[in-house]
């Protein structure tokens, strides 16, 4: 078994004894960062910073030597899969991600490669490995992918939208070719989680942003069914050790329970439910983790410390709670405020 000086993470994924509740932040490496925005700098672009394994690894462990995180995650992005399937990524200022080659048909979908994550997407494990390196058995590495269905509405779309236009066409005019374009991309992602287990991640971490689109019976049939037969797929020990998975719906938690059933460890929450409700629905059958609206850390370390407070003291079970916001951090947060986040819930010891 690798020791870990701090593996609070990987115990509370698996309902196991923590001391207290452990805590990361979804993005923690990002722009709020001023050294980030430094080393941005210094790559180029984006994508050149993603691509860079030495790079890619100073941003990681930037948030740890600022803040005493229980986790390190991979920076990196979902949509390096989709683009080493050839779709051309690229990044418009003020504008987000976009594909060149945006995939509408079955003849399109049909001719899209499965790309082999030592080749297409070596930079990928070369950061994993380089990370878990320095990081040298201080805290566990996370890795991740976005959902097949997620990915599938970009890939579709060429670029993020609001009301899914083209993608909605395509499932409701044509599930076959929506089926097809699902298990390939499932496929995979199910290869890329695999070697970046493989590479060195001690946890992963399977985002469904776009899940919450979908109605009812969609979820069910377009996004939870892939992400279920990629839990199926990983290899569930590594190094001697369990390696959990969280699978996170933003927007979807009408359908705890059927994520529950999925067969993840732990169960992303965003800020639309309580915890106190999600716990009350899955048991102990899963992990939960979050669920601090982003937006709270606008305010002052006042409120910070009284909305982090009222989500911990919601949880009612002694373990199985992995402290986050319910997304992404934001872009113009100040870092004091994630300072005081993370110091008000390492210092929670309950009523």
Known sequence: MTDLANDRLLRALMRE???????????????YLPEYRATRA??????DLCQNPELACEVTLQPLAR???????????????????????????????????????LDAIERLP??????????????VRLIRRELNGTVPLIGFAGSPWT????????AGSRDFA??????????????????????????????????????????????????????REFSLAYMQRIINELPREHEGRRVPVTLFTKGGGAWLEWQADAG???LGLDWTIEIAEAADRVGDRVALQGNLDPSVLYAGDDVVRAEATRILDGFPFPTGHVFN?????????????????????QSYRGG
Request: hydrophobic residues 45%; negative net charge; glycine residues 8%.
């Open 17 to 31: 004894p923590v001391d207290r509740t452990p805590i990361w932040i979804m993005r923690q490496a990002g722009r």
């Open 166 to 219: 083209e993608t909605k066409r395509l499932l409701y005019g044509e599930p076959q070719a929506m089926h097809a374009l699902l298990q390939k991309v499932a496929a995979a992602v199910s290869a890329y989680l695999q070697a970046q287990i493989r590479s060195g991640a001690q946890a992963v971490m399977i985002f469904d942003t776009w899940g919450g689109s979908l109605t009812p019976r969609h979820y």
């Open 67 to 105: 803040f005493p995180l229980d986790a390190a995650i991979l920076f990196s992005d979902i949509l390096t899969v989709p683009d080493a399937m050839g779709l051309g990524l690229y990044f418009e200022t003020g504008e987000g991600p976009r594909f060149r080659d945006p995939v509408r048909s």
């Open 264 to 266: 993840a460890d732990a």
């Open 42 to 47: 210094r790559a180029g672009s984006f994508m």
């Open 114 to 127: 499965v790309p082999d994550p030592e080749q297409e997407l070596r930079y990928v494990m070369d950061a």
């Open 325 to 345: 916001l319910g997304h992404g951090i934001h872009p113009g947060i100040d870092p004091d405020r994630v300072a005081a986040l993370v110091e008000t819930v």
């Open 151 to 158: 990915l599938a509405t970009y890939m579709i779309e060429g």
